[in-house]
Structures are given as structure tokens and as C-alpha cells.
């Protein structure tokens, strides 16, 4: 299978690149920048391992079509839509400078239908497609200031549901996976505090925050030849928002 996985360079993405890699499939990985794709693959190269790139920016993901094309004419199987761009979160909406709102929207969710509409039509004449979304639970509970993240989060999702209608029956199918609470570089500043982990992990189900090594052999099924899978949402996320009352409860 040939699969493009955005935001390759992340934690998450890197550990759904070493598992599509494992199963002997050609990898494409994106990253924002030219010299953002020369770390990325150095660092893949530094494991031994050795995925294909292109620069995608979200921001202005147009600028990329001379990059992406050979990679849709040479046919394209999978796309994780995993890139996110990273901006200031801590706003209460109203609060949230009216162009730095225009700039996210622009970014993650007008980069990744651009994304789409220029991929869909490579799978739709071939007739065959596996699309995952990555996604948060937090478009289930909400966090705290994080407005425009969970706007453009839960967009998609409604989209992805409309796809797996609009295409499942051309062997498109399209699907999300939620995540929870990860130990990845972006929350460092929140699970390096010991008293965040302690109360983060008495609230989990599960009881521990996750890895990004639990994501990657979830999307094995969703990216199977061989399934019946189309328009679902797969929670992986310890439990949440289903929430243990102990660490609700206790002193």
C-alpha cells in the first residue's frame, strides 16, 4: 500500500509511520518546510528506517501541488490526515484575536479539505481508498481555551462521516480515530509535572496517560484491504471521557 501520513515528523506520526513501514508499505510523510523535511527524515534515517517526503503547509497548501502530484499520479491507497499546526491555545474564544482565529481555520481545517479535494479524485478513479482522520476527544468534552482546535477538529469529523456516505460505495472509506491524553512532545509542559500525571491518571480509566506507541497498530483494521469499516469513530483514549470517580473523589 502507498500511504501519505501528514505531520510526519510528530510523535504520533512517527509512530504510524514505523508501523506502516513494518508492514512493508511505501510511506510518503509530509513536513511544513523544507528544512522541517530534512530533520524529519534524519531522524527516520537515524532508526534505520527510510519513508519518503514532501513539504506540506498547511497554511498555504497550494504551493505544494508541483511536490504532491507525481506522489497521486504514481496512485495513492491511504491518507492519515494527521498534521496540525501549532498555535497559541490559551484563549477564551472571545478573547482569541479575530486573525490569529482566520489564520487557524485557514491552516488546519482549509489545508486539510484542500488536502482531500485534491486526493479523492486519484481514488475515486481507481475505486479504492482508506482515509483516517486523527482526531480528539476533545470534540466530545471540550478543553478548556482550546476554541478554534475543537472548531476545526469537529468540522472534519462531520466531514468524514459525509465521506464514508459520499464514498463508501466506490471502495472510499473513511474514518477517525479520537486520541486522548498523550505523552507526546507538544503536552511536555503538562505530564513533566508529577502532580498532573498523578491526577490526570486517577481520572483515566486506564489509569496512565497514553504513548504514542499505542496508536500506531490502531489503524491496521482501518487501513485494511479487507474490512467493513466506514464512517466510524474509534476512541483511543484510556477511557475518556468516561471517567474513574476515585480520582474524582479523592483528598
Known amino acids: 500500500m502507498r ?25 510518503f510523510v509530509t513536513a511544513s518546510s523544507e528544512e522541517s523535511l530534512a530533520e524529519t527524515l534524519a531522524r527516520y534515517k537515524a532508526e534505520g528506517l527510510e519513508p519518503r517526503g514532501l513539504v506540506l503547509d498547511l497554511s498555504a497548501p497550494a504551493v505544494s501541488e508541483p511536490a504532491l502530484a507525481p506522489v497521486l499520479a504514481g496512485g495513492l491507497q491511504g491518507l492519515v490526515l494527521n498534521a496540525w499546526t501549532r498555535r497559541p491555545p490559551l484563549h477564551r474564544f472571545h478573547e482569541l484575536p479575530q486573525e490569529a482565529l482566520e489564520a487557524d481555520v ?39 481555551r482550546y476554541g478554534a482546535y475543537v472548531l476545526c477538529k469537529s468540522a472534519l469529523e462531520g466531514l468524514v462521516r459525509n465521506l464514508a456516505v459520499d464514498y463508501g460505495a466506490l471502495n472510499i472509506l473513511s474514518n477517525t480515530v479520537r486520541l486522548g491524553i498523550y505523552k507526546t512532545t507538544r503536552t511536555k509542559k503538562y505530564w513533566s509535572r508529577p502532580n498532573y500525571v498523578e491526577r490526570m491518571g486517577g481520572v483515566i480509566p486506564q489509569g496512565t496517560l497514553g504513548e504514542p506507541e499505542h496508536v500506531g497498530e490502531v489503524l491496521d483494521p482501518l487501513l485494511s484491504a479487507h474490512q467493513y469499516i466506514n464512517g466510524a469513530v ?18
Do not use: K
Open 106 to 144: 485557514q491552516a488546519n481545517l482549509m489545508g486539510n479539505l484542500w488536502l482531500l479535494r485534491r486526493v479523492l479524485p486519484s481514488m475515486v478513479e481507481a475505486r479504492y481508498g482508506r482515509i483516517v482522520f486523527i482526531s480528539s476527544v476533545s470534540t466530545v468534552n471540550g478543553t478548556g
Open 234 to 251: 474509534l476512541d483511543v483514549t484510556g477511557g475518556l471521557p468516561m471517567f474513574r470517580m476515585e480520582g474524582v473523589l479523592r483528598p
Open 3 to 27: 500511504v501519505l501520513v501528514t505531520g510526519g515528523g510528530s510523535d504520533i506520526g512517527r509512530s504510524i509511520v514505523r508501523r506502516r513501514l513494518s508492514l512493508g508499505d511505501e510511506v
